[in-house]
């Protein structure tokens, strides 16, 4: 028999192109969760960041998608996949300032471009696996 030393705690939301409504939602669940489990604030504002900017790009740019999170062995590992578009050159979309979102995103404050390099700077480790016109993953790892 295997002990588990602990139980990992996890969950994961629903994300929809273009739904503004509930942006933000998801990043400031998490938040909470992880202001519950008594976790360093820096890793908590932190994990904010880099949840917030992921969610938004799903809303923005990947027509639909999911953000799971699970907690376990010291952990915070973030997953945000999405359905599509895809990112045809991660090199330049990972670059701060590059920024395909169109006029009346640019209008409701969005799209300067920072989203991707805030995540990066803000994970402890971070890869992103894109495939055009099947969709982005990223995962994201805060320790805590
Ligand atoms: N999930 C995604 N699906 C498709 N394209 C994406 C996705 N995430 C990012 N991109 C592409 O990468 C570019 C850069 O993303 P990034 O988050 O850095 O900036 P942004 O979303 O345009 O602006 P900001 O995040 O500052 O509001 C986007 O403009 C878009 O072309
Ligand atoms: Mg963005």
Request: glycine share 12%; charged share 20%; aromatic share 6%.
């Amino acid at each position: 028999m295997t002990t588990k030393t602990s139980k990992p705690i996890e969950g994961s939301f629903q994300l929809f192109e273009g739904d503004f409504t509930n942006a933000g939602k998801a990043s400031t669940e998490l938040r909470n969760v992880l202001k519950g489990l008594a976790v360093a604030d820096d890793a908590v504002r932190r994990a904010g960041v880099a949840a917030f900017e992921a969610e938004m790009n799903v809303i923005i740019h990947g027509v639909a998608g999911t953000l799971h999170y699970a907690v376990s062995d010291g952990e915070l590992n973030i997953t945000i996949t999405d359905m599509g578009p895809g990112i045809k050159d991660i090199n330049l979309a990972m670059q701060e300032g590059y920024s395909t979102a169109p006029a009346w995103v640019r209008e409701l404050g969005w799209g300067a471009g920072m989203g991707l390099p805030n995540i990066q700077k803000n994970s402890d480790k971070f890869k992103i696996d894109t495939v055009v016109g099947e969709g982005t993953t990223l995962q994201i790892t805060i320790f805590i």
